[in-house]
């Protein structure tokens, strides 16, 4: 499988440390709100990559953190913390709305197919862990102590930019906004691990550590978190293009101190969803939610049909023209294959079977191509081939693409049934029926004459027949 790994800039053939199994970490939300559809782009671009892993026979083992503590409003350690600036808003303790929050991701993800991870670890539980790495790294000469808090000094390290889009200049962006440039640090470039002295008196939780009472920085958590479930050898560590500066480059920065040697192999960032007036935030303009979504009629699978159809290395614009667009797919999706459900199934043909396999691996192998993997579903409906291969297919890359396929036409066909069903309580649709059976009968009896003068019949009562090779079907004038 090809891989586009944002560490080396380039597509690589995929092959993890331990042959057959794959360790997987995710950067969690930060659960002082609703995720807005933004974040949930890349939960599910990952989401597909952990099932596709799986697919391919992999043992799959994912981890992610809830960053319920130390994520501040501007990445580069200045602001306010975002979990006590929604707590604050909603007169509630830090706690109470992680929980809420946490509760209110996972049921998002739940409604988009997004499976939860192996694991699942919020900040708060791991405490001991992070001030555990940093006292390693305060040994081993990485990190220093200034006006109370402890900094990782990003000067030892041989390369700190290591994904080399992301410069000194990104971070002066973050100052030029008006944020203060904190004097205690010795290189622009250093981040803070613990906090103990700053202008964050009423932070709600504080732990005791060796260097007083305070609490871990953002990015320490995940170094932590990954290290603890997955040892020191990562192989694909996932996240938005966001978090590529500084968040992840911080992460490598402390991880590769403390372990000493290259600690992940492949970076999977996935690009943003973008409105028309720009970037999506939580903070301005519509805060576009799967409920939202929910309220305005859409089915949140709609939602994940959209994201499949293009890439997840390309920034994707958001629109409700375009996920009507999304929708229109969707139902004429699953119309088709409720018509798939109707039909004689047949025997699987496992030639036809092996090759849209294929071209669907295909797809799926070339860095993700979730565009090509859809085009690859639409073509086994248009083979010619039986019912029961094209249903089995679907099934399938279904494992993959997460869209609930064959259940909604499941539930189409049954739907449709019981719409019959009430209809058949109408005497006169019951006679049209009655009338139908008998013509079908007198048809398999070669009695021609009989079948017309009931067709004619029918026709003097306003109902014409209409003979398909799914049966008669008939309309009422
Ligand atoms: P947060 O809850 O802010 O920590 O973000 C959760 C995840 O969503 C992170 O992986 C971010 O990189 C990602 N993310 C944030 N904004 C967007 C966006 N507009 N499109 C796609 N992913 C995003
Ligand atoms: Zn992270």
């Known amino acids: 499988m090809l891989l586009y790994n944002s560490l080396t800039r380039t597509r690589e053939e ?4 331990a ?21 949930l782009r890349s939960y599910i671009m990952e989401d597909i990559l952990e099932k596709y892993l799986r697919y391919v026979g992999y043992d799959v083992t994912r981890v992610m953190n809830i960053t319920d503590v130390g994520h501040l409003t501007s990445d580069a350690d200045t602001g306010e913390d975002k979990m006590l600036k929604g707590a604050k808003r909603e007169k509630k303790t830090v706690l109470e709305i992680a929980q809420f929050y946490t509760d209110a991701f996972f049921a998002d993800c739940k409604k988009l197919n997004i499976k939860t991870p192996d694991v699942v670890a919020p900040a708060t539980t791991c405490i001991d862990e992070f001030i555990r790495v940093i006292e390693s790294l305060i040994e081993k000469g990485y990190a220093y102590e200034a006006g109370g808090n402890i900094y990782f000094d990003t000067s030892k390290l041989k390369q700190y930019y290591v994904f080399n889009d992301f410069k000194e200049e990104d971070l002066e962006v973050g ?6 440039e904190d004097s205690n640090k010795r290189n622009k470039a250093d981040f803070v691990l613990w906090f103990t002295k700053s202008k964050f008196d009423d932070q709600e939780l504080k732990w005791d550590s060796p260097w007083g009472i305070g609490y871990p920085g953002w990015h320490i958590e995940c170094s932590c978190i990954s290290m603890k479930h997955l040892g020191e050898y990562l192989d694909i560590h996932c996240g938005g293009i966001d978090n590529a500066f500084p968040h992840h480059t911080n992460e490598i920065a402390q991880s590769e101190a403390f372990v000493g040697h290259k600690w992940c192999n492949y970076w999977f960032h ?5 409105t028309n007036s720009g970037k999506m935030s939580k903070s301005s303009g519509e805060f576009l939610t799967v409920s939202l979504l929910e309220s305005k009629g859409y089915d949140p699978l709609v939602y994940r049909l959209f994201c499949l159809q293009s890439h997840y290395r390309k920034s994707l614009v958001f629109s409700y023209e375009n996920l009507d667009n999304a929708a229109t797919a969707y139902k004429k999706l699953v119309a088709k294959i409720a018509a798939l459900l109707k039909e004689e199934s047949g025997e699987i043909e496992p030639a036809v079977f092996d090759e849209r396999k294929a071209a669907f691996r ?22 010619k081939t039986t019912p029961a291969t094209k249903l089995s297919l679907i099934a399938d890359f279904d494992r993959v693409l997460g869209l609930d396929l064959i259940p909604a036409a499941e539930k189409q066909r049954k739907a449709e049934e019981e719409a019959k069903v009430a209809v058949s309580d109408d005497p006169f649709i019951r006679e049209i029926e009655e009338m139908i059976a008998r013509r079908v009968q007198a048809k398999k009896d070669k009695n021609y004459a009989l079948a017309d003068e009931i067709r004619a019949t029918l026709a003097a009562k306003g109902v014409t027949l209409i003979d398909t090779p799914q049966g008669t079907q008939y309309k009422i004038q």
């Open 270 to 274: 996935v690009h943003h969803l973008n």
């Open 175 to 180: 100052v030029r906004e008006g944020v203060e």
């Open 362 to 383: 295909a797809a799926l192998d070339n860095d993700m191509n979730t565009s090509l993997g859809v085009t690859a579903l639409y073509d086994v409906l248009k083979a």
């Open 14 to 17: 995929f092959v993890p440390n």
């Open 19 to 39: 042959e057959g199994k794959v360790s997987m970490y995710t950067c969690g939300p930060t659960v002082y709100h609703y995720a807005h559809i933004g974040n």
